[in-house]
């Protein structure tokens, strides 16, 4: 993080792009409006983007763009001419001490900006305000309500469960955007995008190219393929608000049943979110989860993805707890039925999973 904030130093116009979620669909989205204008960017983002056939491109101008991550603070080592605050939510937990301390660095990092700089900050992140409090800097918002200075109305989704919506500036219409992704939270990300491409004096035209351009990064509700009829899609979400933003998208998804198979990623976060996590899962129709995906940490014995399990039970949901991928896969094969739809979702190497099933 140090190093990534030495070479934002050497660029006149250095945006970061933070946030508990969307932090890589986000810097992703402004990455191809930023390609469709030719603006040859430098380009840092936390997953494999196709255009540009990983996750750094090395441009010529003076345009900078990266993921900014709270983790450890390490954010706090940048230094942006433009911030993104797409929401702060509690995560984390074995390193900030609660919501208030995260909302503090999240204060912290919005002081990093000059005071020609600007922060764009979803409104809808509770007493938003207070994040910017005291700071110099411009500030343009964007949310779910028409008094932010961008947001969306008339949400759709084809046939294809790609999303759209009607955009607004200052409550004023600016015509239709097409997205080809799918999922509510993609239609706030957009706004984080297009608040940021307008702010760098990029055509309304330009940006609906690149944002149509955009079909998502890998292990974002990536298309894998299929089996025996059925669709399997990975997700690396790994947060309750993402498993359930994911779980909602997919409902717009062509399908049958939903079926997830849910690794949870550190014991820290699945003892902070148990009863989240299970609410978060009930949405879809049959869930398996495998065991804890240790990441960092070490076992402690105090939980266990069983925990999980034993909180569903108040939910109607077929659910099951099993640990070896291979007994996951023989259990998929013989009860996953065509046109269902197949989620492989965590932060660990659950997606080995739809990979192997679709591989055969």
Request: one cysteine or more.
């Amino acid at each position: 993080a140090e190093l990534l904030g030495q070479l934002m130093k050497n660029y006149d116009t250095p945006i970061a792009v933070s946030g508990t979620h969307g932090k890589t669909t986000t810097t992703s989205m402004i990455s191809e409006v930023l390609l469709a204008a030719d603006m040859d960017p430098t380009i840092s983002v936390g997953g494999i983007l196709k255009t540009i056939g990983g996750n750094i491109r090395v441009g010529k101008s003076g345009n900078f763009i990266t993921e900014a991550c709270e983790y450890t603070n390490s954010f706090l080592h940048f230094y942006p001419k433009i911030s993104v605050i797409l929401n702060i939510e509690e995560d984390h937990l074995d390193f900030f001490k609660d919501l208030e301390d995260i909302r503090h660095s999240f204060h912290q990092f919005s002081a990093l900006l000059p005071s020609d700089g600007t922060l764009i900050i979803n409104g809808d992140i509770k007493d938003y305000q207070e994040i910017y409090e005291g700071l110099d800097c411009n500030v343009i918002t964007y949310g779910s309500s028409a008094e932010f200075d961008y947001s969306a109305t008339e949400i759709q989704y084809d046939e294809k469960g790609f999303v759209s919506f009607e955009l607004l500036k200052h409550n004023t219409s600016c015509g239709r955007v097409q997205l080809s992704v799918t999922g509510d939270h993609n239609v706030s990300n957009a706004l984080a995008a297009i608040a940021t491409a307008e702010l760098l004096g990029i055509p309304m035209d330009t940006i609906r190219k690149g944002l149509l351009s955009f079909s998502g990064t890998d292990r974002r509700f990536e298309y894998k393929g299929t089996f025996n009829g059925v669709t399997v899609v990975d997700d690396y979400a790994h947060h309750p608000t993402e498993i359930a933003a994911t779980l909602k998208a997919a409902q717009h998804y062509p399908h049958n049943e939903i079926w997830c198979v849910f690794q949870p990623h550190t014991y820290s976060r699945t003892i902070a979110f148990l009863d989240d996590f299970a609410k978060a899962l009930s949405i879809c129709d049959h869930v398996i989860v495998t065991d804890i995906y240790a990441a960092r940490e070490k076992d402690t014995g105090i939980v266990s993805s069983k925990d999980i399990v034993d909180r569903m039970a108040d939910y109607d949901v077929d659910v099951h707890y099993i640990k070896e991928f291979d007994d996951i896969e023989k259990f998929i094969l013989k009860n996953c039925k065509k046109n269902d739809l197949l989620i492989t979702m965590g932060a660990g190497n659950v997606d080995s999973i739809g990979n192997s099933l679709v591989n055969r």
